[in-house]
């Protein structure tokens, strides 16, 4: 009897080994199955782009030359590309406010753009974004309608907040600003739609442009045409410099 139970041990032992060696073997198959689909996956995900698309509402843009110049640059296969790089290259266009980049298949690659919207000239060569972005695009005569607006680069957002409000206050009195400039000392001087400019100063900002509003109705609306400049920086009146003339008059 303790013969028969050796040889049922031993027998148990050589089953569970042959199962052991089957297991290892469909294991050893099924990695190698698998290792060879991938292969083929990656192979056929891995393609070089056919196609580049760029989407998204554009006034300024060409999409199509945006899309050439991205193919230029797929000298690798889809999975290898480097869509950082290729976002970074597009930002770089001064009328690109921000890319998105995204693979595609078939191979391809999907490009969703937002443009930038100019509502301001910065200085004589940039334009400002609603943000207080500056960008340099090449200008052209259409901007020329937007108002004019410079000082520190790092007070962009200020300048226009400033501009804002004190178009708002000149509105009631039937005039419009078309440009501000904050100088680095922090004195502002206005533009305005008749031509006329206002030096402002740094103190007392509202109420010497509350000052200047009452003048300029009493006392100077009449003859706008030949004003070329206010000093509104006096505690009374003001300093008229007139286009016909060389010299000051005072008002107020």
Do not use: C
């Amino acid at each position: 009897m303790a013969q028969a139970g050796e040889q049922g041990v031993v027998g148990n032992n050589q089953d569970r080994q042959w199962r052991m060696v089957v297991i290892l073997t469909l294991l050893v198959i099924f990695t190698g199955v698998s290792s060879s689909l991938l292969r083929e996956l990656w192979q056929w995900l891995n393609q070089p782009v056919g196609v580049v698309t760029v989407a998204g509402a554009t006034r300024h843009l060409d999409k199509e030359a945006l899309a050439q110049a991205l193919a230029t640059r797929m000298n690798r296969p889809l999975l290898q590309l480097d869509l950082k790089a290729l976002q970074e290259q597009l930002v770089q266009e001064p009328w690109v406010h921000s890319a998105s980049v995204r693979r595609q298949w078939p191979p391809a690659i999907g490009v969703q753009l937002e443009e930038e919207v100019p509502v301001a000239r910065w200085g004589d060569k940039g334009l400002l974004n609603h943000q207080g972005d500056i960008f340099w695009p090449e200008l052209k005569p259409e901007y020329a309608a937007l108002p004019k607006l410079t000082g520190p680069a790092h007070e962009t957002i200020r300048i226009m907040q400033q501009y804002h409000d004190l178009n708002r206050m000149f509105s009631a009195s039937g005039l419009r600003l078309t440009g501000l400039v904050l100088e680095s000392r922090g004195a502002w001087t206005l533009e305005l739609d008749n031509g006329i400019r206002v030096v402002v100063g740094r103190e007392e900002l509202v109420p010497r442009l509350k000052r200047f509003i009452d003048i300029y109705q009493q006392r100077l609306a009449a003859r706008a045409e030949q004003i070329e400049q206010v000093d509104i920086r006096y505690t009374n009146g003001a300093a008229v410099s007139w286009r016909a003339e060389t010299g000051q008059d005072n008002a107020g």
